[in-house]
């Protein structure tokens, strides 16, 4: 099986608390978040929404855009999230 890289941001409700995060499987991954399996940020928030993602060609351009959005603004983040999810749904479902 191919692995696909993935940026992908969690949250707990609209406008709530955010984590970025990447990986190379993210099914598996939301649904260990949603499972609270990952131990840190995301469980001690409750991060189990699928707010956004983004498909990389490799994992380095993946942990570079992860990086790069770390650093950004909330702002920034809140309009890249609303701009493919304006209504902040959970997207776990939709990539089952």
Do not use: C
């Not at 709530?16 to 991954?29: D, H, N, W």
């Not at 699928?50 to 990086?67: C, D, F, G, Q």
């Not at 920034?76 to 609303?82: H, N, Q």
């Amino acid at each position: 099986m191919i692995k696909q890289p993935y940026v992908y941001v969690l949250s707990n409700k609209r406008n709530g608390t955010l984590y970025i995060g990447v990986t190379s499987e993210l099914a598996k991954r939301v649904w260990q978040h949603k499972n609270s399996v990952v131990e840190g940020f995301s469980k001690r928030y409750d991060l189990h929404h699928l707010v956004w993602y983004e498909p990389h060609e490799n994992m380095e351009s993946a942990i570079t855009r992860e990086k790069k959005m770390k650093k950004w603004n909330r702002e920034w983040k809140v309009k890249l999230i609303e701009k493919m999810n304006p209504d902040w749904k959970d997207l776990y479902e939709t990539i089952l």
